[in-house]
């Protein structure tokens, strides 16, 4: 049974940064697309960040600020977050493709939340200005 277990969620000022952990068990997920999203009150669940051996895509709205990563070893994937601006602030969840599956991109939308059918519980993060 695939469980994802988010972390290193919190409050920061604007600027500042934060690292999330997605934890996983219940598979190999090193040969699966593993995404992070994000769900602002009274928006949509959106895309943020995939990681598929070593290849990393991101949203526009998060390129050149937004890291994702993976510690196989640990079977944990990392979502560093660096100027974080207000617009960030949202309820950050950990997902997993089936086993075995690629990241596939779509546009727009960037990811397509029916592809990723393991979830975790999210972490909150609240940037203030």
């Known amino acids: 049974q695939v469980q994802l277990v988010e972390s290193g969620g919190g409050s920061v000022q604007a600027g500042g940064s934060l690292r999330l952990s997605c934890a996983a068990s219940?598979?190999?997920?090193?040969?699966?697309?593993m995404g992070w999203f994000r769900q602002a009150p009274g928006k949509e669940r959106e895309g943020v960040a995939a990681i598929y051996t070593g290849s990393t895509y991101y949203a526009n709205s998060v390129k050149g600020r937004f890291t994702i990563s993976q510690d196989n070893a640990k079977n944990t994937v990392y979502l560093q977050m660096n100027s974080l601006k207000p617009e960030d602030t949202a309820m950050y969840y950990c997902a997993a493709r089936w086993p075995g599956y690629g990241c596939v991109t779509i546009s727009p939308g960037f990811l397509a939340l029916s592809d990723f059918p393991s979830w975790g519980q999210g972490t909150q993060v609240t940037v203030a200005s």
């Open positions: 219940g598979y190999t997920y090193s040969t699966t697309c």
